[in-house]
Structures are given as C-alpha cells and as structure tokens.
C-alpha cells in the first residue's frame, strides 16, 4: 500500500518530468483556454510549468511550513496566473505566472507562520519576507552595526518605519508560546501562563464600589431635582442629564424665551441644587456636580 510519502514523491517526479512548452505551443494552448475553455488545454498549460511551483516553493522552506503545502499553494495561484493570462501579449507564461505563484505562497506564509496575525499591508509584508536577508547582508560587513543603526538602514531600503522594522524583527526573533503551557511543573502547580496575565479590567471590589457610588450620586441628584420647579428641571435634565444634550437656543425655541434666558435658568437652577444637596447630611462634594 502507498503511503502518503510515496504519493507525493510520484507526484514531483511527474511534475519534474513533464516536457517543456515552446512559446508556440503555449501560445496555441493559452487561446484554446481563453477562447474556447479548453479543459485540457488548461491541463497542458498548468502541468508543464508544475516545475516552476516547486522550484519557487523551495525559496519559502525556511519558514518552517511542510512543502507539500506551499506546492498546492502555488497551484492556486498557477490556476490564478492561467484564467488572467493574455495570449497576445508578448510575454512568456512562466514569467507572468512568477508572480501570481509567489504571491499565492506569501499569503500562505504569512497565515500560518504564526497565530498572531502579521505583515497585512504591503510594506509589512515587503518587511516580512526581506528582514532576514537584509539583516545578514549587513552582517558580513567588517564593521558591527548597532541594532539601531541595522533597523535605520533596513527603514530606509524598504520605505517603513524604523518601529516597524524592530516590530518585525523581534516578531522574527520568537515563537509563539501558548498561554496554556504549564510552568513549574516540577512542583506540580498546575498552574499556566495565562494565570499571571494582569487583566486590565477593575476588581470585583472596584465594580461594586462603583455601582453603590452610582446609586447614591443618583439618590442624591433626584432628591435635589426636587427643590426645582418643573421648567427648571426639563431645563436642567435637558442640558445636564442627558446623552445628547440640548443648545441653549433649541430650549429657547421650544420654551418661548430667548437663549439667555435659558443660561440664567440653568445657572440659577445649578445654584438652587448645590444649596439642596449641600442641606444633606452627606459626604457628597456638590462642586462635583456643579464643575460637570
């Protein structure tokens, strides 16, 4: 029985095998397909530069990814590369399809090289596959660059950023670790990484802190809403307790008065409120309410 290693390697050995196309023979090919959808001219097309998929996939095996993965990714983009070819042009196939083959496999890498998704704009992505080799250029010279002086460089000959460029390379630097490794597991805690996260979210005791300190400025409030008489109030609740606050000359409008009207109401109103809640008992600062 074949296994799956017998199964690729026959499928390589037949892809190296195929012959070559004269540019007459692909040309006759590539408008059998454009003119008439011939599927087996689309076969013919497509075996024949098979090679060019694995020469190419060879180029991205640093990056840790099975090759057999990135040959049928450049599949897709030989298919791409075939649909969008133009016969009548005066250029081969295979460098036409150069570059949808390539592009096909650097989406490929950038979607699974790590679980944190990286390099989405064309000049990360530019950064992505030419930081290392770049990085080892400069390496070689005599003289030993400081980090700074290698990402400014780097800045320069791709068009980012010297950030980005430190981003990519520490990105570059690491693996991806995942939050449920255990630690110390000599000494049996059981314990994860994601355990000593420090959230940014409040506390529990924060949380209800602020829900009693809500209830009470709200108890507080109503009460001193009460020493007002009611235009006061639709004026004051208009203006200060509302998502979207009411103008000056929309209140005028709506009550017959002109806007300054409005704002001496609102300020005596505010002043009649503090002189309320100042007659509590309480610990609540009423320049609080009349600052907001």
């Not at 196939?93 to 150069?98: E, K, L, V």
């Not at 068009?159 to 490794?181: E, F, H, K, P, T």
Request: with cysteine; aromatic share 8%; net charge negative.
């Amino acid at each position: 029985m074949k296994t799956q290693a017998d199964i690729d390697r026959g499928f390589l050995n037949k892809a190296m095998s195929a012959p070559y196309l004269s540019r007459e023979e692909e040309r006759e090919l590539a408008l059998l397909w454009k003119e008439k959808q011939d599927q087996e001219a689309m076969h013919c097309i497509a075996q024949a530069h098979m090679r060019l998929v694995i020469s190419m996939s060879a180029k991205f095996r640093h990056y840790g990814l099975p090759i057999v993965d990135l040959i049928q990714e450049g599949n897709i983009g030989l298919m791409e590369a075939i649909t969008r070819f133009d016969p009548e042009r005066d250029v081969r196939f295979s460098t036409y399809a150069g570059w949808w083959i390539r592009a096909s496999m650097q989406d490929y890498v950038l979607r699974n090289w790590s679980i944190v998704r990286g390099g989405t704009s064309s000049a990360q992505k530019a950064l992505f596959f030419n930081l290392r080799r770049l990085r080892s250029r400069m390496a070689q010279g005599e003289e030993r660059l400081s980090d700074d002086t290698v990402y400014q460089e780097i800045a320069l000959a791709i068009g980012v950023s010297q950030a980005d460029v430190a981003w990519m390379d520490s990105r570059l630097s690491g693996n991806d670790q995942s939050l449920n490794i255990h630690v110390n597991e000599a000494e049996g805690t059981g314990q994860e990484r994601q355990d000593f996260l420090v959230s940014a979210d409040p506390t529990p005791d924060v949380i209800v802190g602020d829900y009693i300190d809500g209830e009470r400025r709200s108890h507080w409030i109503n009460k001193a809403l009460d020493s007002l008489n009611d235009r006061e109030k639709y004026i004051i609740k208009s203006r200060k307790l509302c998502d979207e606050c009411a103008t000056l000359e929309e209140l005028g409008r709506e009550l017959g008065i002109s806007k300054e009207r409005v704002r001496q109401i609102e300020n005596r109103s505010l002043e009649k409120m503090k002189q309320a809640l100042l007659s509590m008992k309480s610990d609540f600062n009423a320049d609080l309410f009349t600052s907001a």
